[in-house]
Nanobody
């Protein structure tokens, strides 16, 4: 069983920064790709960023490229999402997800464990 717990969300002004963390339980973290998704009110869940098991390769949605950075610390079983230059349209619940394979992908259905989500609100 894998548990994912997100933290770091909150209210920030446009142009500000937040750092989300996702702490994972379970021994397979270091061999698992991880990702962040978001869901805004009335919208479907969207891919934000993903990272391979080693951290050597990352993927980003076009809307966050150059502003967000995904990283991981396998010694701490934690994945991070550094969010800079935040915009009101980034407002959403952000979820971390685990894929039981080493390679990361953008499709939500490929991830088998999800956290409860953390709210990010960006005011204009």
């Amino acid at each position: 069983q894998v548990q994912l717990v997100e933290s770091g969300g909150g209210l920030v002004q446009a142009g500000g920064s937040l750092r989300l963390s996702c702490a994972a339980s379970g021994r397979t973290f270091s061999r698992s790709a991880m990702a962040w998704f978001c869901q805004a009110p009335g919208k479907e869940r969207e891919f934000v960023a993903a990272i391979t098991w080693s951290g050597g390769t990352t993927y980003y949605a076009d809307s966050v490229k150059g502003r967000f950075t995904i990283s991981r610390d396998n010694a701490k079983n934690t994945v991070y999402l550094q969010m800079n230059s935040l915009k009101p349209e980034d407002t959403a619940i952000y979820y971390c997800a685990r894929r039981g394979m080493v390679l990361a992908v953008r499709e939500a259905e490929q991830y088998d464990y999800w956290g409860q989500g953390t709210q990010v609100t960006v005011s204009s």
